[in-house]
């Protein structure tokens, strides 16, 4: 299967390379060649192509990548706003996930990748309670996932985390997995100790929630004496990098540690407001050099999958927490959106538009008054870019999503329906 | 001209009234009868109608209200970003804007309208140099717009608001005219003394950005001894009510005022976060009863003219200030965004959807994925809601915008053509 998307501006996410305009050549589910319309185009006779799309001098460019999400809880949306945190998980997300089948969760991890797709999110990093049915919806979908456990002390085993990574690094070209655990607080020494160990064994990157709210962190100290990064480094957890989703309470210490362990901030920004958690240091992390990476969170807690509100929410919390409106410059945010993504989820085959690299890519419609005039495209995406402007997703070098028509093997209609009755089925008598 | 919405859920914005099933009927440009389908719907002959619109069972409500905007300045999207506000007042804002012309301000504005468009927004709350241009322009498309004056030292005259006021507020159905002046740090005591005579000649409110930055209200305390908001009442500005944009940096006494006078806080955040300028303290506002409505502001300090970003930001940013997640419901928010930016314009037959009130509506797409479950539809339009959910935006009873396609009387693409061009003449030789 060739594709060949012509008459694009381009920006293909590589360091210090503008805009150009040129061709993008795909082949099966590779980038075959991505061509400068200043070179010389080499012609392929018009039948090598099975499909060729005039790109109308819109924007080309490597798919978002959503660092940290949930993304079989599109069934709390709006289900369980505007309540103090406790009570949120308390009364609302726990006793209903309880009652999650494995069934559920594929139905309701496909309603957010329908909605990953009109963002232009092209792969996900995503952590919930059964890897098995985010995986069969993301095959099913042709969509690209790379898995992590939500290990605590009530479900899944490391045993179970062992077998899923086994598993899932070979099963499905779409589909990885890293090692992780939910968070400090919900997993006790000797579980985080194993995790430790497995670390050890596969010599791999870990990842879990941290230091997202003060209060983890405080009562990380009261366990430990130390911060849960601290504490974390100090079991061997990151012997072999990982990184951490949220970091919005880090010590200088903590960073130090990311700094030279070089392990990822994955933020996300809408998620601690919503939740009331705070602002993370992105500037900060920015000076020292730490890599960093943007996630949407779940559905519950956002309650929208949209990397153009995230991204929007990095650079101008930053201008707030740092009194600089030149905090964080769109260029950075957009990096981190794509670059840093693939980066963190160790997908270095998507990162960049490049001979050889995945053909995980979007069309940004530049006609729209959102995105005019055309004075600086990076700073348009990132201050006022917004799923109107994404007209093609494509994962793997299928068309996912094109102008506003899905190609995921379901009608949308049908997912909304189940996941309707799902939640009908689980709120029924509460 | 007769058109009949059916087959819809209607969330009308009256108090207390939850979304129902039935019909909207449009007589020219006013709402003939918001029919229930549980009552008995009276039967109207076909050929009793123009146009007849099946709904599909997506949601019919009124416009968002963009309660402070300066189209003029989409010119400067993305042209002078991330840098910090008094430099890019002075080597940006302020050279450009000295070479715009009357047209120029006219096609610019235009460009603004497409965008208000594609995000529900069925009036504006305009304060530019020229009110003349951003009048025309709106007249010529379609648009409701409430201007106001930008008024200040160097800019208009006393004698020009007065004349404008009396002028604007007879000469088009879609365009009435608000007293108002820049800000207190750019007018001289004199000149808002003057405005004080006229808010005292016509019984009429009185618009101004006010404690924007904290660094204002010092000045003003240095100047006068006072708040900016104590020191424009004490003159008298606020006799007949009025309001202020942004209201970040308020005293408990400069809220006392606005409570007793029933003044507008019209509140900010992208913009207020994009400048550093602060958080306002939103739920303070709501707790003392003091009435509120929502702005984008202008492209060049936001980017984006999108009143979805700027309702999530308003109660996720309460939610941060607040420490407290259950902060500043999606309920409140909506109601600023709709009833309370009309009240704050004046446009009080342009508030709910009820017979004899203007037809300006907005029918939201229900079927895509940010939208799904149908948990709580007011809390998904403020918490996922994105322009991409806006099918069709009537104002007047013309439908302006319907999937994707504009009916302004002028194709989108001469005006991003012609607003490229300015930007090129502009910003030639700088």
Known sequence: MRIRLYHARILTMEENCPIFRGEVWIQDDHILRVC???DTVPMLAEDSWDEE???????LMPGFKDAHTHSGMTFLRSLADDMPLQEWLEKQVFPLEAKLTREDIYDLAKLAVLEYLTSGITSIFDMYLDTEATARACMDMGMRCVLVSGLNNFTSS????ESDFCRWNQEHSLISYQLGFHAEYTCSKELLSGMAALAERFHAPVYMHLAETAHEVEECRGRYGMTPAAFLDSLGIFAYGGGGYHCVHMTGEDMEIFRRRGLYVITNPASNLKLASGIAPIAEYDRLGIPMAIGTDGPASNNCLDMFREMFLVTALSKLKENDASSMDASKVLRMATVGGAQAMGLTDCDVLAEGKKADLILIDLMQPNMQPLNHIPKN?????????????MVGGKILYRNGIFHVGQEPEEIYRRCQEIVERLTAGA
């Open 53 to 59: 799309i005039d790109c109308q001098d819109n924007l």
């Open 36 to 38: 400068r319309y200043e």
């Open 158 to 161: 490391l045993k179970q985390v």
């Open 381 to 393: 995406l990132v201050y006022s870019g917004s799923k109107t402007n994404v007209c093609m997703t």
